[in-house]
């Protein structure tokens, strides 16, 4: 693995790695703990439709992902708000909904489309520099929004009635925890791809969650984990040669399951 640190593309990984995993550290902890991890999926895949959409009008493919993963986090915060009882269906049609317009109009695109499964399955090898800056800044964004609004989303958190009560701007709140979510979404997609998104966003923080129940505490021991997944996922990708992303993912899932186990045998030793 340290040879493999003279080469830019394993730097541009460790560095993207690392970019990501203060992301996931941070909105993963929220979704983990508010329980919306299907419509963090949603988002996920409805993401698709703005790579579509960036390629059938010749424009960036993230940036297209960035704005359509925000309008279809907002519409699916909104669904969930309003339409509690159904809103798992609905946001399911989103979902599909959103990845079919994006199949679509890349088929609808003329000429050859590159890098398409990168998007899909993640290419974190293959993060370019000018990419490692716009995760930056999308870090400073996230960072800065849960700095400033911390006890407002420690409140939706944990107690929404208290939080009304006390005229937190409840529904406000939650739907720019929406467009944050879509934000990280849109950081993972070229690291482990938006199929596997929702993995890396939520496992470093169930798992800490297991151990700690302060919030910050989940969000620094989140972010750790996800750093040394991220490193060992791609150390055995590069030993091994297998996929990066998905490596980087199975190592996560595996550390899971036995953080489960261990604290289960725990509680039957006392």
Not at 185 to 202: A, F, K, P, Y
Request: proline residues 2%.
């Amino acid at each position: 693995m340290l040879e493999a640190l003279q080469f830019d593309f394993m730097q541009n990984a460790l560095i993207a790695g690392l970019l990501v995993s203060i992301a996931c550290g941070i909105i993963g902890t929220f979704v983990v703990v508010n329980r919306i991890v299907f419509i963090s999926a949603g988002i996920a895949h409805a993401a698709y439709g703005g790579i579509g959409i960036g390629y059938f009008f010749r424009f960036s493919p993230v940036l297209g992902a960035v704005l359509f993963s925000v309008f279809s986090a907002l519409g699916m915060g909104i669904v969930q708000r309003k339409f509690q009882e159904r809103s798992d269906t609905l946001i399911g049609v989103m979902w599909a909904i959103g990845m079919s317009l994006g199949i679509i109009l890349i088929d609808l695109t003329p000429g050859y489309k590159t890098d398409l499964m990168s998007y899909l399955f993640g290419s974190i090898l293959a993060v370019p520099r000018s990419d490692l800056l716009i995760m930056l800044a999308l870090d400073f964004v996230i960072i800065l929004f849960v700095w400033l609004l911390y006890q407002e989303l420690l409140a939706i958190s944990f107690d929404e009635t208290f939080a009304t009560v006390r005229n937190v701007p409840v529904n406000t709140i939650y739907l720019l925890l929406m467009a944050a979510i879509a934000l990280t979404v849109v950081m993972m997609m070229r690291v482990v791809g938006l199929i596997m998104v929702i993995s890396l966003l939520t496992i470093p923080a169930a798992i800490s969650g297991q151990f700690v129940k302060n919030l910050k505490q989940m969000m620094v021991i989140a972010t750790i984990l996800g750093v040394i997944f991220n490193i060992i996922g791609l150390w055995l990708s590069y030993s091994f040669n297998l996929t990066s992303g998905a490596t980087i993912i199975l190592v996560s899932g595996l550390v899971y399951l036995a953080s489960m186990g261990w604290k289960k045998l725990k509680l039957m030793r006392n």
